[in-house]
């Protein structure tokens, strides 16, 4: 069974800093996408940013551009989001993601974690 686990959030200042941290278990062959989502209330899940293994970078938001930094270990199948500079308006529910494949030549699946709450207020 894939299993997504995230750690590292809860409550700072405006401008202050986070460190999310996700690491997925279990039969991985191989992770296309690998990266995070936030939901505000009563909203859908938002792209926050993501990294792709076939191009060894991460795209990102506008709404985080050069605020956030995804950084990806293959072998330890770990994502880890750096939140710098956060505002009032990055208060929400954070999901770790990941598109992958538990066997050779086998379909890719999207798998979530079960969120992390991140509170920007002073």
């Known amino acids: 069974q894939v299993e997504l686990v995230e750690s590292g959030g809860g409550s700072v200042q405006p401008g202050g800093s986070l460190r999310l941290s996700c690491v997925a278990s279990?039969?991985?062959?191989?992770?296309?996408?690998m990266g995070w989502f936030r939901q505000f209330p009563g909203k859908q899940r938002e792209l926050v940013g993501t990294f792709v293994t076939a191009t060894g970078s991460a795209v990102y938001a506008d709404s985080v551009k050069g605020r956030f930094t995804i950084s990806r270990d293959n072998a330890k199948n770990t994502a880890d989001l750096e939140m710098n500079n956060l505002k009032p308006e990055d208060t929400a529910v954070y999901y770790c993601n990941a598109d992958l494949r538990t066997r050779d030549l086998g379909p890719y699946y999207t798998y979530w974690g079960q969120g992390t709450q991140v509170t920007v207020s002073s």
């Open positions: 279990g039969p991985i062959f191989s992770i296309t996408e």
